[in-house]
């Protein structure tokens, strides 16, 4: 009943930036916690970072300082700012959100992921 739409991913050089988008459409009424998490080849998900519906963040420490979480509201959108990519930061990168349905019940839902690719 809840679609998350991942956007952005692609090729791009060390140091690089690149931003990514996540729009979530459907039977909401309202959303509380987005995220999110990355998972590269072989290893386990992640979380990259998360966001409250009242700008709360938190961060893994891995991206602390070069990727900023953000959201808008009024679009059910998240978006990811990452700046000065490094190759360690390949990976598929999803997007979760949970909230509220116009039927009060509660949803989880995820993204189908985006590919961010870094290298030279």
């Known amino acids: 009943q809840v679609q998350l739409v991942e956007s952005g991913g692609r090729l791009v050089q060390p140091g690089g930036s690149l931003r990514l988008s996540c729009t979530a459409s459907?039977?909401?009424?309202?959303?509380?916690?987005m995220r999110w998490d990355r998972q590269a080849p072989g290893n386990q998900r992640e979380l990259v970072a998360t966001?409250?519906?009242?700008?709360?963040?938190t961060y893994a420490d891995s991206v602390k300082g070069r990727f900023t979480i953000s959201r808008d509201n009024a679009k059910n959108t998240v978006y990811l700012q990452m700046n000065s990519l490094k190759p360690e930061d390949t990976a598929v990168y999803y997007c979760?959100?949970?909230?509220?349905?116009?039927?009060?019940?509660?949803?989880?839902?995820w993204g189908q992921g985006t590919q961010v690719t870094v290298s030279s």
């Open positions: 979760d959100a949970t909230g509220t349905l116009l039927s009060r019940r509660g949803f989880r839902s």
């Open positions: 459907g039977s909401i009424f309202s959303i509380n916690t």
């Open positions: 966001i409250t519906s009242g700008g709360d963040t």
